[in-house]
């Protein structure tokens, strides 16, 4: 849909109002029907990635500083922090050093990704775990995948921490931590299983090993203090640390189905309110929002539908979806660039206010500080590996073309984000999306 200066569809309102006018003797063509959210790009270090990417791994610690997990394919992986005050990044956690591990030469069987989202306890100390890569289209390497780790970092101390393999032959997708009982709920792939790690017994246990949750999974924690996450035909799983067992809880809204394990929607993302009572889910391919009562007990979980959090085509959410510090949804949202302002697509950050029951398209995102990284030609006129990710519109705006991977509040209320090719952390000060 075209996207007009004014928002008129859906009840979607645009932050910031109408964009202004050409200027004189700007030609009209060259004035973005959108506005912009722009953020200055930081290219996260060049030695902790090979392919100039990353994943959902993002968050502010407790210290006020950011951390981004990386992915060096066939070698190792890494969790960078970058000091928002210094602008300075550096290495805290080295999967291969932290792990006791060894890799000669790529290889399949290597640590090669830090894929969770960054799960930060209430001690501050930040738990994460490690993924194989891929098999390349010419590898030779035979080498099976040992399996994942699931490790940690105390900023207070400066110290990783290994804790050993969840699951041999399964890595690790995703970690949440209950540090009040002790336990660390991890989620694997590829076959996708729930495990729950004892941390002072320093043993794994599977509550039901018939259980299969869906792809990219992601454990939250309800008001009663159970480990909650969604099964591969999306229904609600919970995990009762007082009896050991799981319960399937089924998941509706008006009747409706949230999702199908074949419809074709992508992997959901959802993140929990402060209180724990609710959650907030969306799917990768789909901009409905939906809210479910985490403290509701009984065999079905009251949902709700939210309605669309954009209009357009072609969604494309990937481990955005936040509930930030202000109590409000955040995502972002690749769309079709159907505007014909430009080509491609549109990175659009949104959000969705339960107070006023409204979406808001705040814009596209947009840099800065385009020259943060040198997209010029090699020295043989062949564009850089890996920096494919961005794009200029007919206003020369450089803005992300192919894929966001994650975004968090800092408690300042600064969004960060991250995109890649190159991998880049995109800080968004509160002036430039609140309106």
Aim: glycine share 10%; net charge neutral; hydrophobic share 35%.
């Amino acid at each position: 849909m075209t996207r007009l200066p004014l928002a008129v569809a859906v009840g979607i309102v645009v932050s910031g109002g109408v964009h202004p006018p050409p200027a004189r003797g700007q030609d009209a063509t060259h004035v973005p029907p959108f506005r912009y959210v722009y953020g200055t790009a930081y290219h996260i270090l060049p030695a902790t990635h090979t392919d100039e990417s990353g994943y959902f791994s993002l968050c502010e610690g407790h210290n006020g500083k950011v951390y981004v997990g990386t992915a060096a394919y066939g070698h190792n992986a890494y969790l960078v922090e970058f000091d928002p005050n210094t602008e300075k990044q550096r290495i805290v956690l080295d999967v291969n050093k932290t792990c006791g591990l060894t890799t000669t030469g790529p290889t399949y069987a290597a640590q090669s990704k830090i894929h969770t989202r960054n799960f930060v306890g209430p001690s501050g100390v930040i738990y994460v775990g490690s993924k194989q890569g891929y098999h390349r289209p010419d590898d030779r390497d035979k080498a099976d995948y040992p399996g994942g780790y699931l490790m940690t970092y105390d900023p207070k101390s400066d110290k990783a921490a290994c804790l050993g393999m969840p699951l041999r032959g399964e890595g690790v997708n995703d970690v949440t931590a209950d540090e009040a009982r002790g336990l660390v709920y991890v989620v694997t792939c590829e076959d996708h299983h729930w495990v729950v790690y004892d941390m002072k017994a320093k043993a794994v246990r599977e509550p039901d090993p018939a259980l299969r949750l869906t792809p990219y999974a992601q454990t939250l924690l309800d008001p009663k203090g159970r480990g909650v996450v969604l099964t591969r035909d999306f229904k609600l799983a919970r995990f009762d640390p007082a009896t050991g067992k799981v319960e399937v809880a089924e998941l509706a809204s008006d009747g409706k189905p949230v999702g199908a394990a074949d419809d074709n929607l992508g992997p959901a993302c959802w993140a929990i309110t402060a209180d724990g009572k609710a959650a907030y889910l969306i799917r990768m391919s789909d901009s409905r929002l939906f809210r479910l009562d985490l403290a509701a007990d009984g065999p079905k979980v009251p949902v709700a539908d939210l309605g669309r959090l954009i209009e357009g085509k072609g969604f494309d959410s990937r481990g955005s979806l936040i509930v930030g510090r202000d109590g409000k949804v955040y995502a972002l949202y690749r769309v079709d660039n159907d505007t014909k302002f430009g080509t491609g697509f549109l990175h659009h950050l949104v959000s969705y206010d339960p107070a006023a029951k409204k979406p808001r398209d705040h814009g596209v995102l947009a840099v800065r500080n385009p020259d943060f990284f040198n997209f010029g030609p090699q020295k043989d006129g062949k564009p850089k590996p890996w920096s494919h990710g961005y794009h200029r519109l007919p206003d020369k705006a450089l803005t992300p073309l192919h894929h966001h991977m994650a975004l968090t509040m800092a408690k300042d209320g600064t969004l960060y984000a991250t995109v890649i090719a190159p991998f880049t952390l995109l800080k968004i000060d509160p002036k430039d999306y609140r309106p």
